[in-house]
């Protein structure tokens, strides 16, 4: 009998998502907790495995890529072997047995669509079109999955191919090169049209919102909620001091000048020394438990960070795992990538968990100080300042210019108290006087 393929529930207060994609085509085989759909839920999109095995069957009324949908809604069915496919009348209704015989036609699988961003979401929701009409691969309207439908040609499909220096665009961009539509020989995606992606994104109608429309989206909707239940399970406190960096801007530019791999950010050289430091402030190396009543100590191969980054729908914390094993360039590659796929929205759930401390960077925008939102169930976020070139009375009286930036330390002040959180910013700032020492001596 036919088992029905419904969506799930991916987090504690989810109530809708996206349906990103099929991982199989209609008509194919599906095994037990065989990966089956691609579901952006609350804050990450995720692979959802088959609670059944079955082949694949998609009738009418099943939502198309890119649709809302509702937790529980019923997106299709896995037919035992043997069994016909249902009718629309059965299908209508899920506990029907009632079946109908498959035609003698060879099945033709469907080709998926390219699932829609937020922005191409928001211009569907304007001109009151679904967000896959305009798609390069057309959804088949029989909603048979022996369709007789031709399937399009390659270059109306998503491209597969990228050449490495449109990749190393798209990544630096922030563009998912897999979701474009190449201009190159055989829809080879080139560099310039990562850019005119990049451009489209920034200057689109899409991206602008009318006037008394609705931006809330799911993902802007979950991170409110967590947001919000990070200020009512925490007791927040903020901490600032100014940290010499001259000799880290020196280093950074040394890293600069050998141009061997990825160049670390800031933010690279600080997630790596505040692991360190979590090392010598085990008070600080800590996590609440989910229902808030323990503190769980987290070792050495536990210390992960998150990197706050910024994205069109939203701040995602993507992680750095195992970061103290971690090499620079390393560390670099990996943030680097994990922003890539933030902002393209093929980040996962798994992804952003397990952090003890996040960091968050607002330099580039000017900010010297502010206050940064602990992402729970972490008891601390470490935001960083821009690096200021300012004038310093040396120890000889003497005037110097040094490079300077704000450190501002949130921390619960239920899990720790603020001389231990004190001590901890006060370590990081002199690892940041003299990062080399630390960062070769541990």
Known sequence: MAKEIRVP???????????????????EKVAEEEPLF????????????????????????????????????LLGYLLAPGEAALTSEASGDSRSGAVSPISDAKPVKPTLAAPAGPAAR?????????????????RPTNGAIHSSSPRPAARDAVASVASPRARRVAAELGVDWTRLAGTGRDGRVREADVRAASTDVETSPASQPAQGENVLTPRRKAIAQRLRHSRSATVPVTLTTTADVTNLVALRAQFKSAAAGAVPAYTDFVASLVARM????PRLAVRWSSDQSELHVVGDDEIHVG???????????????DILRKSLVAIAEETRELASKARSGRLTAAEMQAAVITVSNLGGYGIDAFTPVINYPEISILGLGTVRREPVVAENDQIVIRERMVLSLTFDHAAVDGAPAAAF???????LANPAAHLLGV
């Open 38 to 73: 691609e579901l952006e839920g609350e804050k990450a999109v995720q692979e959802i495995g088959s609670l059944d095995a079955g082949t694949l069957y998609l009738t009418p009324d099943s939502p198309a890529i890119g649709s809302t949908v509702l937790v529980g809604a």
């Open 425 to 431: 910013l006060a370590d990081i700032a002199a690892a």
């Open 122 to 138: 928001r211009l569907a929701r304007k001109l009151n079109k679904h967000p896959t009409e305009t798609a390069a691969a057309p």
């Open 278 to 281: 979590l090392r010598r402030h």
């Open 307 to 321: 990197i706050a980054v910024d994205t069109p729908d939203g701040l995602l914390v993507p992680v750095v795992r």
């Open 9 to 27: 529930r991916l987090g504690w207060s989810m109530e809708e998502g996206v349906l990103v994609r099929w991982l199989k085509q209609p008509g």
